[in-house]
């Protein structure tokens, strides 16, 4: 099965921080761009970080550089998101993708989505 499974979200402080982990099954991580997403509520879905399958720049939203980091591991097929001092405007359902590009379409896969919360 195709899936990405998602886990590491929570209630977390001001100024704290979560590592929100992915994990692939039924294909391989490493061949596809990888990126995670967020949604506020009562706000559209935005993009927090993408990284290409191989080589390039990692990219972060401004609002978050300097505070999360994207990575992955091969041997575990498992993507990661890092953030550290965390705000209330962080506070969002958090969602990985994995992206396939060919050369005239897109085959990308969702996480289930898990809830980061921010509050003192």
């Known amino acids: 099965q195709l899936q990405l499974v998602e886990s590491g979200g929570g209630l977390v402080q001001p100024g704290g921080s979560l590592r929100l982990s992915c994990a692939a099954s039924g294909f391989n991580l490493d061949l596809h761009a990888i990126g995670w997403f967020r949604q506020a509520p009562g706000k559209e879905r935005e993009g927090v970080s993408c990284m290409p399958s191989s080589g390039g720049i990692t990219n972060y939203r401004d609002s978050v550089k300097g505070r999360f980091t994207v990575s992955r591991d091969s041997a575990k097929n498992t993507m990661y998101l890092q953030m550290n001092s965390l705000k209330p405007e962080d506070t969002a359902v958090y969602y990985c993708?994995?992206?396939?590009?060919?050369?005239?379409?897109?085959?990308?896969?969702w996480g289930q989505g898990t809830q980061v919360t921010v509050s003192s």
């Open positions: 993708n994995a992206a396939y590009y060919y050369s005239d379409s897109v085959n990308d896969y």
